[in-house]
């Protein structure tokens, strides 16, 4: 929560890259909030979690600035621009909130833990900052955003007014929509898998590659409880996510198992 009488500042990221529609919009969102910075990857970065660069030099190029907004472009992952741009580029003061998106295509069910979306968010958390991810279910770079702002102004507002738990982050979906979405859900994350994952083609040369498709197959499709469920439905899905991987019901199990009891 912001305490002085200095504007909020709003940190974004995405996976899509600097100039993607989706960053741009919810640039023009946030800035109805408060100062922005954003900090995201020079090129395309989807899938990449939360990745980072270990043997490569990161280079930053400031492409815009303009009372209020400040655009960096990184030449890593989406976890290495908001890594860098805390670390030094802000001028020691610390955001108020983190904001990653708004994706181009869905971040539900197992999908949250490899989306570089997420891993901004992911990020975040570990320096202590409250965080959203935004998702649009649709890959078109053309995407109308327009259905779901109400709903980012509503979310963006109520974190920067109450704060977040300290481990806890949003995962925020909407599903595609040409109206009004139907509502907001607050979900579980769907625990279903990938099926079909790679199809085997040719290249005009002879050679066998692999490109990766698939579908998406819920854990249950009945449940309504999960994010998959509610996007399929029409609704905006809520998910709160933490990056304590500690399967805390398990450990008298694998002490049993060691002989550790």
Request: net charge negative; aromatic share 8%.
């Amino acid at each position: 929560m912001n305490t002085d009488n200095k504007q909020p500042l709003i940190l974004i990221g995405n996976d899509d890259g600097y100039n993607s529609q989706g960053i741009r919009t919810l640039t023009r969102v946030a800035r109805e909030f408060g100062d922005v910075v954003v900090a995201a990857p020079l090129n395309h970065q989807s899938g990449k979690s939360c990745a980072i660069s270990m043997d490569l030099p990161l280079r930053v190029k400031k492409i815009s600035q303009e009372p209020g907004l400040t655009v960096y472009a990184v030449s890593g992952t989406p976890t290495d621009a908001l890594k860098l741009v805390l670390d030094q580029l802000l001028d020691g003061r610390r955001p108020d909130i983190v904001l990653s998106g708004i994706n181009h295509g869905f971040n539900t069910g197992i999908s949250t833990i490899y989306s570089g979306t997420m891993g901004v968010a992911f990020e975040a958390l570990v320096h202590g900052l409250p965080a959203v991810a935004f998702s649009y279910g649709s890959f078109s770079r053309e995407v109308d955003f327009t259905p779901c702002l109400d709903i980012v102004r509503d979310i963006v507002k109520r974190v920067l007014a109450d704060g977040l738990p300290a481990d806890v982050c949003l995962n925020v979906n909407f599903p595609p929509s040409e109206g009004p979405i139907r509502g907001v859900k607050v979900t579980s994350t769907d625990m279903g898998k990938w099926v079909g994952e790679f199809e085997k083609r040719t290249d005009p040369f002879g050679h066998d590659y692999y490109w990766m498709t698939g579908t998406y197959r819920p854990a249950d499709v009945n449940d309504h409880t999960t994010d998959v469920y509610w996007t399929e439905r029409g609704y905006a899905s809520v998910t709160p996510v933490t990056t304590n991987q500690t399967a805390f019901t398990r450990i008298a199990d694998v002490a049993r198992l060691l002989n550790l009891e």
